[in-house]
Structures are given as structure tokens and as C-alpha cells.
């Protein structure tokens, strides 16, 4: 039965579950309807963190533009242009066996894309969530809804995984930052140009 974390929340992975390698981080939102007529495009992304807290290279960015990371740690199933439906709108693969050990965390985003043009912001988005799978069993370990704190901010970190005593663990942040993508860009050490 998968774990439901509250903001701010820590929890173990592979300490109690030492088998745990390949996971699906799923994330999933429900856009609510208003007046503007430009469809939500969200879009999740992947930052790979060395031990200050920023990206080593660019190339550690895993994003719709970037697909794979050069590792195979981490891979982007694809862009979702609408959320339309149920279930998972974005998937990312993370194999635990392939994370380079300079890379102590894994920040999980989600941005708007064109926000400031469609004058949209995660106050018009609900049901905002990631979930963490264990992809040789299916089963969900981990959910976190994040709920509706955010009004204007146009990016979320969701959550992140993180090594801690060569274990890895979970904390689900859901932090606002307005900006958007170029904003988490900056934040955490990629040129945006």
C-alpha cells in the first residue's frame, strides 16, 4: 500500500526495501477550466544534483528537450501537450543502479509552459500529484498530492529523491516559484542562455 506523504515529508526507499532499482515517477494534474482558450501545457522535468545543490552540467537536465540523461539513470517518457484524462500525465524512469555518484539528488518540477503569454498560473491547475512506483512490481510506493497552495506561481518543485548513508529517500517539497522553467533553470545552475 503506497505511502501518502504530507509537504515536507521524508521517507525512506531502499533501506527497508533493498531490492528497489527501477522507478516510475509519475505526475499528474487536472487543469480547471476558465475564459483564457489556450490549452495547459505542463510539463515535467528532472534536475540531477550534485552536493552543492546545482546541476554539474547542463546536460543533467532531463526535460522534453532532453530526453535521456547520458547515464541512463534518468529518462523522460514524453511530453504531454493537454493533461487531458486520468492517471499519470508525465512519466520519468530513474534506474537507482545508474545515478552517477556525483549526483546526490534528483529534483522532480512541473512548469507551465508559455505561462506569462497564456496568462496561466498553478492557481487554475488541481489535483496536482507525483507518485513513485516500483517498476518491477507496479506497485505504487509513494503518492503525494500537493494540494492547492499555489496561486501565481507558474513552476512547483514536486519532490525529490535523495541519498542519504548510500540509501536513497523521498522528500516531497512542493515549493512555488514564479518564473517558471527559466527560473528553476537558474535556481538550480543550468544556462539558460
Known amino acids: 500500500m503506497a505511502i501518502n506523504l504530507t509537504k515536507g515529508q521524508k521517507v525512506?526507499?531502499?533501506?527497508?526495501n533493498p531490492s528497489l532499482k527501477r522507478l516510475m515517477v509519475g505526475l499528474?494534474?487536472?487543469?480547471?477550466r476558465y475564459d483564457g482558450g489556450a490549452d495547459f501545457d505542463l510539463d515535467a522535468a528532472a534536475f540531477l544534483?550534485?552536493?552543492d545543490g546545482k546541476v554539474p552540467?547542463?546536460?543533467?537536465f532531463v526535460f522534453y528537450g532532453n530526453l535521456k540523461h547520458v547515464s541512463g539513470a534518468v529518462a523522460h517518457m514524453g511530453d504531454n501537450l493537454t493533461g487531458e484524462g486520468d492517471g499519470d500525465d508525465e512519466?520519468?524512469?530513474?534506474?537507482?543502479t545508474l545515478v552517477p555518484a556525483n549526483i546526490e539528488r534528483i529534483a522532480f518540477t512541473v512548469t507551465i509552459y508559455e505561462a506569462e503569454q497564456r496568462r496561466q498560473n498553478f492557481g487554475q491547475v488541481s489535483n496536482s500529484f507525483i507518485r513513485i512506483v516500483d517498476?518491477?512490481?507496479?506497485?505504487?510506493i509513494i503518492r503525494y498530492d500537493l494540494g492547492e497552495d499555489f496561486s501565481i506561481e507558474t513552476a512547483v518543485v514536486v519532490g525529490e529523491l535523495y541519498r542519504h548513508?548510500?540509501?536513497w529517500k523521498f522528500n516531497a517539497i512542493g515549493s512555488g516559484f514564479q518564473g517558471g522553467l527559466a527560473a528553476l533553470c537558474r535556481n538550480y545552475g543550468v544556462n539558460v542562455g
Open 12 to 16: 525512506e526507499l531502499t533501506k527497508g
Open 28 to 32: 499528474g494534474w487536472d487543469t480547471n
Open 49 to 51: 544534483l550534485g552536493p
Open 57 to 60: 552540467v547542463d546536460a543533467d
Open 91 to 96: 512519466q520519468i524512469l530513474v534506474d537507482l
Open 135 to 140: 517498476e518491477e512490481t507496479n506497485q505504487e
Open 165 to 167: 548513508n548510500g540509501e
